[in-house]
């Protein structure tokens, strides 16, 4: 029946899309359309076309995702002849854009459900809603064939200008009975096939662990291999992150640079495969993690899966680089009311963390700000250790749920140093981890109930941690007044919110639902605080800090002010850190640090290299100012003075790493800021060492997106924030085709340069 209905949809396509051609012969505007007759939808970027049908026998699919077309009769073209033999099974094979579970599907799905009477297979067709708004939103209603009332609406925005989709989905059960979902990824995505029998496909994916995030991993795709990338932990983590790209690899015969690429929108556990069949036939799925996952529908409910984002480029990974920071960035300025003003910059920071750790008091604390304020910092951050009463924090183990002021460390509470930071012309920021108690805390003696815990079974510490159940209400309604009592009794105007451990024990007590959806229970009352703290006080900045690395997905991304890219500050190891975390993070929204940090001490890493790797994004300094010599705090002051002079083209420019970091031998890194169209640039160069005294020097650095036929201003910093070592000037064809010479960076260990390029 399927096989039947399949090769119909297909054929009748074909049939139909003669007519097509002569009726419409204009090219498509950007947005959304609908075919005149057909149930086809166009969804068209600046680069892109997108095209989904359902004009056959009402199963949806996708016909085209690729570069834009420019006549619907290319339709014609887009029409796939199934195959023919009867061992091959076309609904297995269909481009379906919600592929679920049932029928005769044997790829990756991405929807699970048990209906009443046991049934646990779906067949979901086009009911025939469709509704297109404002151009850039399309809905469209499926459901279980005309078996049940199971109904499923799929989500389409686009983001014209970033060639990007976003894609979702809403399950509503329609039943007189409940319905249980075991698995809702948000997106299926169908990539075309390669263009010739030696064409190869490279996934790019990331890997990590604790201080070492983010490192960019490349590998070919092999027909009949399923990769997975994916978080278990309960929170988007660490060990990898939500991204992936698929890159055409060129060859002789074709030498495209089409890449594929996207994220998801999700700080909880989630999985990302994909799938490779054997005539190289690539299909993407990505949600929320399967494992453990469910969630219940009662007569009349709905459950609305988070966002899958991704686009298509045909220019190769850099184009991609571009995409989706710009794309997050968007959606940040539209969600986050604090980031809507482009000349708003992120504030040069300070944290005493690395300095000082859990030794601070109000006195020391004061002491450090007014060190800091004359270098020119905007905004003093106060980390761990600030609180618990009978359960002090002075180190990891006791604390944490307690969010009294320590009244040894602050006697007059906080209040004090925030006014006195304010009084030294900075904003004052504070440290929390909010979702995490230890059992050696008042929280915990009070409501042990209130960690994620089973009934009789040990709960397992780790860095001696819980984490609070922010499925209850009375625990997110708790931790939320004691953390807004602070902010508006002492003025705090930003935060920082932390979260260290992974979760288990994630169940519900005393819940008439299912309990299993403690797991996306939990996600959201992160999103809730979040929005609450936001809504109460609109103008308080929130970073989303997890260890280093964590939750920096596209949904935290699109709600908060800043995360926090790794804990390791060594420069040179946050080069490797922030080329992978570049893919999909705006560049205003990762800090970096200028710490003292450096697990070898054998190792001087000149001051001037810290500043030009922490200039990549916002900067902040987290080095013990207390121990600076006159010199380093006079050279600290001018380069940050430098910074701001460069930042509205860092953090509102595009990244590009014209060299990207390499393991081998020397360690090259170059990067390029590109602001508005070409007008400026900063190029930040790195040199590690230079081991070979001939054949050691760096050819001229082809710099992109200038304007060929401008004079460009060159200057050029090195270990000396007020004078340039140089300074020309050049056209942007010379600089473009020939490139920049850095002769400077030729000999010695940790070699570093700032160049500024202006329009003269
Ligand atoms: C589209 O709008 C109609 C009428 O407002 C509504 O009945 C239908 O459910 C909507 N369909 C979708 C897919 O949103
Ligand atoms: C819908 O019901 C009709 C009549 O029972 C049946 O012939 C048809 O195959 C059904 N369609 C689907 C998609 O289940
Ligand atoms: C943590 O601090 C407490 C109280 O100051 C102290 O008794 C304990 O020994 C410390 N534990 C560790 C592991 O440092």
Redo the contacts with the bound molecule.
Sequence with gaps: MALLSLRAILLTVAIVSTFIQSSWAKPLGTGIHKHHSLDTWFLVTEQSSYVISAAGNGYLVNMHWGKRLTQLDDLNAMVVEPPVFSQIIPVTEAREELPVFGGLRYRENILKVELPKGIREL?L?FAGNANITDKTKLDLDLRD???TEFLVTLHYEIDIENDIIRRSYTVRNGLDDRVDLSKASSAAWHLPYALGWDEQRELVTLSGEWSQEAMVQTTRLSPGVKHTVESTRGFADHVSHPYFALAQVPNAVNPTTDVYFGALAWTGSWEITIHTDTKGFVRVTGGIHHQDFGWTLEPGESFTTPVFAAGYTDQGIPGARHRMPRHARKYQKKNVATQKDENVFHPVLYNSWEAVSFDLNEEKQMALAEKAAPLGIELFVVDDGWFGVNSPRDNDTAGLGDWDTNPKKFPNGLKPLADHVHKLGMKFGLWFEGEMVNPDSDLYREHPEWVFHYDGVPEYLSRTQLVLNFGLKEVRDYIFEKVAGHIKEAGIDYIKWDFNRPMQGVTMHNYDRNPQEAWVLAVEGYYEIIARLKERFPHLWFESCSSGGGRMDLGALERTDQVWTSDNTRPDARLFIQYGASLWVPPRMQYGWVTDSSSDKSIEIPLSFRFHVSFMGSLGLGSNINKFSKEQLEESTHWIALYKKLRHVIQNGDLDWLVPPSRVGELVAVTESIYNDGDEAVILAFRHNSPFPDSGELSPIRIRHLDENAIYRVTIWQEDPQNPVDEYDLSGALLMYRGLELPSLNKGMFKSAVVWLQRA
């Design positions: 067949n067709q064939g005309n078996r």
